[in-house]
């Protein structure tokens, strides 16, 4: 087929098809015929595969797609130099009827309705994308009645300036109002967003930049993925990410610290909200209000700060949507589990300038082993005000009562691992109240600076009373612990950033400088914590009476300063970014300063555009990690230090539908802090430990009805590389040589089955090291999900079985007492209503 690209005023569409062009209007039709092209042809404009006899004119066309209502498959996103595309797939590719003489704006939203066509997608929803492009707030797809959809694209308040195409087959349509100048009609080139695939993030450069322009490896777990996989926890959609693996369970925190390993390196205290960071000291954040969670993998110290260097998880919650939307969802399951939800979303005022959404949980469910319970009450209101001048402020609210008992794991005793079996006392008892505000405003300057302000407040309540749990071996005796624990902890975090868009010559900028304050503190009373007695690993009992112990106060706080610079410069086919952080520190632990320090983060990144659909990059980062202790003379220990180097290559393959990432890495810590061989009250910065690995992520769809996404990790080396307690060439724990895990869907659109979705998944973790001191081997393990999704009307029927063959496996590990014993076999159901 020939492309042609024609400007006439008044015409709803063109496709070009060999030698003859089409224009179709509201009045009729035009054919015209290319110059040069053979006049001894005569097939029609367009082929039109219909069950009955096929369209030789524009007008048996249009009276064919009057007679027939058309399944609308998919919806996708792609972002082109012009402006966002908003394509519409169909069943067997039929044609829609789309009148743009229609078309037409309503307060800040651009609106194009199509009559005879149903919502027909895989995921059985409306089809929703917040913030696709800097003032555009969503795109919508949603079914209006019976026979009719509306598509709309709403701007921050005024109506979007970036060009929005509304494509279908060969024709496009221009959302936009007319301009003076003739507005020109293109042909599908590609498409967007699919599946389990997202094509930009904000996690890795907080600009709007696509993934296949990024020099990082960055995994999304979309709340598709969420949903069909009916997770209760991000650690069960971990192996879905390359490099990345549930670690040893936080357990010994309260059971309120879900710990994450990303390539080799614990970053539990780097969980981020929106990009600020989250409560992880006591907090299990709940799925209810999370739209996907963005993995950055290593790169992350321009614009997160201090922490350990493997990466960061940032949890993206929902936001108000300007079109309502309603549901309620019941689920049960193994072990007593129960929940209900509801997510509610809409516009407060006619304009559509105030919009909320408000997401409630509630939630009764026991363990697999005795004795623990995770009862919980989610509220999640949130507020929305679209500014003058395409700017918005959002306001989030939470409230979260958690009673999770303490779950210390499996145990591994006289060359024997110890499943299934409860090491928490059935007094235990342990609540927090948590309560969350949160501001982000967000607000053009003019067409090329904007300005973004955030920020957040935890207070979180925790009552430990009392605290029974067996915590770790003493030589070869598994002790019982016992504490109560009234805890009161706050936390502030603000940041501030400036964005521009602008030109020097030929190259292109997008500049970032920002500041970020966060700050923390924790008033501990109580009594003070005990080992006393032992517990039988295989047949543990808890007949015990409460020891006496003393009362204990501790008062935290711990504060970070941050000041940031990046640039992300396009010139022809190269992308560089770069930048750097200049932060503070200061940590002071029950009353007694023991962390203070200031340090420089340079951050370098390279991308080549081999074309449109793929990319090779390097990278250069360096992290810095505070740590405990001083040494001989006085001075506090220096900070340990990472250092990165990465290079790899994305590939966006079938029509820009599924997406793969590769990436080699090399990232070693130095400067780790031990203790001084001379005076062991002290530390001396001797430790060095390095991991080196290959990843490999899949993501999006295969064809318009097959979802998949899939994850490699393979690690050349995981281990102590220098060490001044005999710990030197030994192996990382949680870092197994190999890992995968895949899972694919497959939703029927046509026929009887029209509806049904069915999924499934392999995870496979090769054998690791248990501890550092590498004292024990953890099994490889094998584990197969299953899911299954039945869409009628405006209800979904919806079964996930995890662990189909009921494999005893460890998940992750930190030493013999403290391994994470993944869920053995479970089935949990659920039905959803939508209004």
């Not at 899972?743 to 090291?769: H, P, Q």
């Not at 299954?788 to 013999?816: D, H, P």
Request: charged share 20%.
């Amino acid at each position: 087929m020939s492309l042609a690209r024609l400007s006439v005023r008044g015409f709803l569409a063109i496709a070009v098809s060999g030698s003859t062009c089409c224009f179709a209007g509201t009045a009729g039709a035009v054919l015209l015929t290319l110059p040069g092209a053979s006049q001894e042809k005569t097939a029609p404009v367009l082929t039109l595969r219909e069950r009955d006899q096929p369209a030789t004119t524009v007008k048996e066309w249009l009276a064919q797609i009057e007679a027939a209502t058309v399944q609308v498959t998919g919806v996708k996103l792609e972002r082109t130099e012009d402006g966002l595309d908003v394509v519409l797939e169909t069943a067997e590719g039929k044609p829609l009827q789309v009148d743009a003489t229609k078309f037409r704006r309503e307060g800040n939203s651009l609106i194009a309705d199509i009559p005879n066509a149903v919502l027909a997608l895989p995921a059985g929803q409306a089809f929703t994308a917040e913030n696709p492009t800097a003032d555009i707030a969503t795109v919508q797809v949603n079914q209006l009645d019976a026979a009719n959809i509306r598509v709309s694209a709403t701007g921050n308040n005024a109506l979007p300036q970036t060009e929005v195409t509304l494509k279908t087959g060969n024709f496009a349509y221009s959302l936009n109002p007319e301009a003076d100048e003739p507005d020109e009609e293109i042909v599908v080139t590609g498409e967007g967003q699919s599946g389990y695939r997202v094509p930009s993030t904000t996690t890795g450069t907080r600009l709007n930049i696509p993934l296949l322009d990024t020099p990082a490896s960055i995994g999304i777990i979309t709340n598709e993925l969420v949903e069909d996989r009916a997770a209760k926890r991000v650690e069960d959609l971990l192996p879905y990410v390359s490099g990345v693996s549930p670690g040893a369970t936080g357990d010994t925190q309260g059971g309120l610290v879900p710990e994450v390993t990303i390539r080799g390196f614990s970053v539990f205290r780097q969980v981020y909200l929106n990009g600020l960071r989250d409560n992880a000291r006591f907090l299990v954040r709940d799925l209810t209000n999370i739209d996907r969670i963005e993995i950055l993998k290593g790169f992350s110290s321009l614009l997160y700060g201090t922490g350990t260097p493997g990466g960061v998880v940032n949890y993206i919650t929902k936001k108000p949507q300007a079109t309502p939307q309603y549901s309620v969802t019941f689920e049960a399951g193994s072990f007593n589990f129960y929940r209900g939800e509801a997510d509610l979303t809409g516009p407060l005022t006619e304009d559509k300038k105030l919009l909320y959404r408000l997401a409630f949980a509630a939630q009764g469910a026991n363990s697999f082993v005795p004795n623990v319970e995770d009862n919980r009450v989610f509220v999640a209101p949130s507020l929305k005000l679209l500014t003058d001048g395409g700017g918005s402020l959002t306001l989030e609210g939470e409230y979260y009562y958690l009673d999770k008992d303490v779950n210390s794991g499996a145990k591994f005793f006289n060359g024997e691992l110890f499943f299934d079996r409860s090491y928490t006392d059935p007094r235990n008892s342990n609540i927090s109240n948590h309560y969350r505000i949160a501001a982000y405003f967000d607000q053009p300057i003019n067409k090329q600076w904007s300005l973004s302000l955030s920020g957040q407040y935890f207070h979180t309540k925790r009552y430990l009373d009392p605290l029974f749990t067996a915590i770790t071996f003493n030589r070869n005796v598994l002790q019982r612990f016992y504490r109560v624990v009234f805890d009161d902890y706050f936390q502030y975090n603000l940041r501030g950033e400036v964005k521009g868009d602008f030109k020097i010559g030929a190259s292109e900028h997008k500049l970032l400088a920002g500041i970020e304050y966060n700050e923390s503190t924790s008033i501990i009373t109580g009594l003070a914590g005990i080992a006393f007695g032992s517990i039988d690993v295989a047949n543990p009992s808890f007949n015990v009476p409460i020891p006496r112990v003393g009362p204990a106060t501790q008062t935290d706080f711990t504060n970070d300063l941050g000041f940031y610079i990046q640039d992300f410069v396009k010139l022809g086919q190269f992308r560089l970014l770069a930048g750097l952080r200049y932060g503070v520190f200061d940590r002071i632990f029950n009353g007694r300063r023991n962390q203070q320090g200031n340090f420089l983060s340079p951050t370098l990144g390279l991308v080549y555009n081999l074309s449109d659909l793929a990319s090779i990059y390097a990278s250069f980062s360096r992290s810095t990690d505070p740590q405990v202790g001083r040494v001989r003379g006085g001075d506090f220990i220096e900070p340990r230090i990472a250092t990165q180097y990465e290079v790899g290559g994305k590939v966006n393959l079938f029509n820009d539908r599924l997406s793969i990432t590769t990436a080699l890495f090399d990232l070693t810590q130095t400067n780790i802090g031990e203790s001084d061989p001379i005076d062991p009250t002290f530390v001396i910065p001797v430790g060095d430990v390095r991991t080196r690995g290959l990843e490999l992520d899949i993501s999006g769809k295969i064809t318009d009805n097959f979802s998949l996404i899939a994850a490699y990790t393979h690690f050349f080396e995981a281990e102590i590389i220098k060490n001044n307690s005999g710990l030197e060439g030994n192996r990382l724990a949680n870092a197994p040589r190999n890992s995968f895990g895949i899972y694919g869907k497959y939703g029927f659109t046509n026929g009887a089955l029209r509806g049904l979705s069915l999924g499934g998944g392999i995870v496979y973790v090769d054998e690791r090291a248990g501890d550092n001191a590498n004292t024990f081997n953890v099994p490889s393990y094998v584990r197969v999900d299953l899911g299954a999704a039945y869409k009628v009307s405006n209800v979904t029927f919806r079964l996930a079985i995890e662990n189909l063959f009921n494999e005893r496996y460890v998940s992750g590990s930190s030493n013999r007492a403290n391994i994470t014993q993944g869920t053995p076999f479970a089935v949990t159901g659920s039905v959803r209503v939508e209004f």
